[in-house]
Structure formats: structure tokens, C-alpha cells
Nanobody
Framework: QVQLVESGGDLVQPGGSLRLSCSASRSIFSSSVMGWYRQAPGKQRELVASINTGGQPTYTYSVKGRFTISRDNAKSTVYLQMNSLKPEDTAVYYC???????????WGQGTQVTVSS
């Protein structure tokens, strides 16, 4: 049973923008910290941004000021708005949900973001 469904990955030129979306089942979304991770070829998966149930975001240093994470509780969807994209942002981006109480983790299938001219 698919719990998290991502969309929005694409090929974009440097300096461009993309918005990723991740829809979750309501029971998971309402009780989870939602996050976006990415994994570039040959590199470890890294946390890009997360947002808690109260809407407080956190970002890894390399994306601060360029990326914005948000959550729409009515739609059980988390977004990642990515602006001023750089070639080093190229990676597969994964949606992640971590239940606050049980710490159970769910992953999406990943969506490819390629930044290239």
C-alpha cells in the first residue's frame, strides 16, 4: 500500500524553479513530521528540509533562502518550493514522514530533479 506519493520532479535550467508535492494518507500526515530528502549519484541520502506538525520548518544550510517547505493539512500534502536551482541540487528527492509518537518512518518512491543547461 503506497503511503506517500511524490510529484513535480523535472529537468530545469540553472536559476530556475520547481515545486515538489507529496501527498500522504490523512492518518499518517496529521501525526508526522514531514520532510524532503535527496540523494545524488554516489552520495548518501541527506535531509533537505522538514516541517513539524505545528508548521515549523528547518533547512539544511545549502538550501536556506532558496527552498521553502510547507504543509497543507487540509490536503494532507507537503510541498517543497525550490528557487534559484543549481546543478548541485540535482538528485532524486524523497518525501519522508516520521510519526511523532512511534517514530515510524515512511518513504515515497522518489522524484528526479535535474538542474542542467
Amino acid at each position: 500500500q503506497v503511503q506517500l506519493v511524490e510529484s513535480g520532479g523535472d529537468l530545469v535550467q540553472p536559476g530556475g524553479s520547481l515545486r515538489l508535492s507529496c501527498s500522504a494518507s490523512r492518518s499518517i500526515f496529521s501525526s508526522s513530521v514531514m520532510g524532503w530528502y535527496r540523494q545524488a549519484p554516489g552520495k548518501q541520502r541527506e535531509l533537505v528540509a522538514s516541517i513539524n506538525t505545528g508548521g515549523q520548518p528547518t533547512y539544511t544550510y545549502s538550501v536556506k533562502g532558496r527552498f521553502t517547505i510547507s504543509r497543507d493539512n487540509a490536503k494532507s500534502t507537503v510541498y517543497l518550493q525550490m528557487n534559484s536551482l543549481k546543478p548541485e541540487d540535482t538528485a532524486v528527492y524523497y518525501c519522508n514522514a516520521r510519526r511523532v509518537i512511534s517514530a515510524t518512518v515512511y518513504w515515497g518512491q522518489g522524484t528526479q530533479v535535474t538542474v542542467s543547461s
